[in-house]
Nanobody, 116 residues
Framework: QVQLVESGGGLVQPGGSLRLSCAASGFTFSSYAMSWYRQAPGKERELVAEISSIGGNRKYADSMKGRFTISRDNAKNTVYLQMNSLKPEDTGVYYC?????????WGQGTQVTVSS
């Protein structure tokens, strides 16, 4: 069955860094665009970053540009999100998503808390 398992979340101080990972199984990972979303308390889920199936194209939400980097390793069926210069407003649950045509799969999420 399809699985997306996020890891790497936790508590970090403002200005710190975290690297999230999302390990995929049960589908042809290299055929899917992968993205990271986040949902802050009381807010709707929003797109953080997306990477194309072979990694040639990336896009970011404006507030993450220059701080976050999305990457993927198709040999390991894993997508990453490197987050630097973290701010309290980056706090939320971070989800990875796999998308190909009308197919879409979500992970369960990993909590990121930015606080001093």
């Amino acid at each position: 069955q399809v699985q997306l398992v996020e890891s790497g979340g936790g508590l970090v101080q403002p200005g710190g860094s975290l690297r999230l990972s999302c390990a995929a199984s049960g589908f042809t990972f290299s055929s899917y665009a992968m993205s990271w979303y986040r949902q802050a308390p009381g807010k709707e889920r929003e797109l953080v970053a997306e990477i194309s199936s072979i990694g040639g194209n990336r896009k970011y939400a404006d507030s993450m540009k220059g701080r976050f980097t999305i990457s993927r390793d198709n040999a390991k069926n894993t997508v990453y999100l490197q987050m630097n210069s973290l701010k309290p407003e980056d706090t939320g649950v971070y989800y990875c998503k796999a998308r190909s045509g009308t197919y879409a799969y979500w992970g369960q999420g990993t909590q990121v808390t930015v606080s001093s």
